[in-house]
């Protein structure tokens, strides 16, 4: 019996951890970092919780004997696949990063591109009155200093009461999201600019859809970089190389 760890909190995460329970000869782990406070748990063996850094999740390895690593982390979540490749390169077991397409700039697209939040924040000033915030609740906070912006800040889980958010409504949700709801959103709040990680994947990409139907500005805050090493684009691949690796 082989073991693998699969760090999750995506759908494909989920959608890999249900494929890999049916493999004769694979136990699957699945960890969740716990961010949210009713996660979409996979089925099978479940870790919630972080690690404690590169030794923690090197030591988590071999204490529980885990012979393969799958990083399907969300694709912000950069830290946690850095920690994956030093605590795996330490252990000396095989890793792959499991990482949708990021989604691409089509034609009637109105994109202000940056590369971080901060950036994402200095875009807005006389460039947007209402808009749609879609960080995450993490990012909130960096948004507050602005004036003269109204926003509309969709979330998993409400943010913290004493955390700083800027002005405007909490609407508490959980993708994945219609693109008639979508539509409804932008036209019922007149939202001018979505500020949007380009997280990639169907879940969240009816926003995407329905701002440019709309003409709606949307500032993409692209990915950050993350460790090399063996990376695949779907469940599908990824299930390909677990098993040639189970064989190998």
């Known amino acids: 019996m082989r073991r693998v760890l699969i760090l999750g909190g995506t759908g494909d995460a989920a959608e890999l951890s249900a494929r890999v329970a049916t493999i ?18 996979p089925s099978g063996n479940v870790r919630i919780g972080g690690f404690g850094g590169v ?48 989604w691409e700039k089509l034609s009637g697209d109105r994109w202000i591109e940056v590369d971080n939040i901060v950036a994402a924040t200095a875009a807005l000033p006389n460039q947007a009155q209402r808009v749609f915030l879609t960080v995450g609740r993490q990012e909130l906070s960096a948004f507050v ?26 609407l508490c949700d959980r993708g994945p999201f219609a693109l008639d709801n979508e539509r409804e959103i932008l036209i019922h709040h007149k939202i001018d600019t979505i500020v949007s990680k380009n997280s990639g994947g169907d879940a969240t990409y009816a926003k995407i859809i329905a701002a440019r139907e709309l003409g709606v500005k949307v500032v993409m805050v692209n990915r950050p970089a993350i460790p090399p090493g063996e990376q695949v684009s779907n469940v599908e691949d990824a299930v390909t190389w677990l098993l040639d690796k189970l064989h190998n």
């Open 145 to 170: 200093h602005l004036k003269g912006i109204w926003f509309l800040m969709r979330v998993i889980d409400p943010p913290n009461p004493d955390v700083l958010i800027p002005p405007g409504l909490v």
């Open 55 to 102: 030794a923690g999740l090197a030591s988590y390895l071999h204490e529980m004997n885990i012979d393969l690593l799958i990083d399907a982390t969300h694709p912000f979540a950069c830290q946690i696949s850095f920690n994956a490749a030093a605590a795996a390169m330490e252990v000396g077991i095989p890793r792959l990063i499991l990482n949708r397409p990021p």
């Open 24 to 41: 004769p000869g694979i136990e699957a782990i699945a960890s969740l970092a716990g961010r949210t406070r009713q996660p979409s748990v």
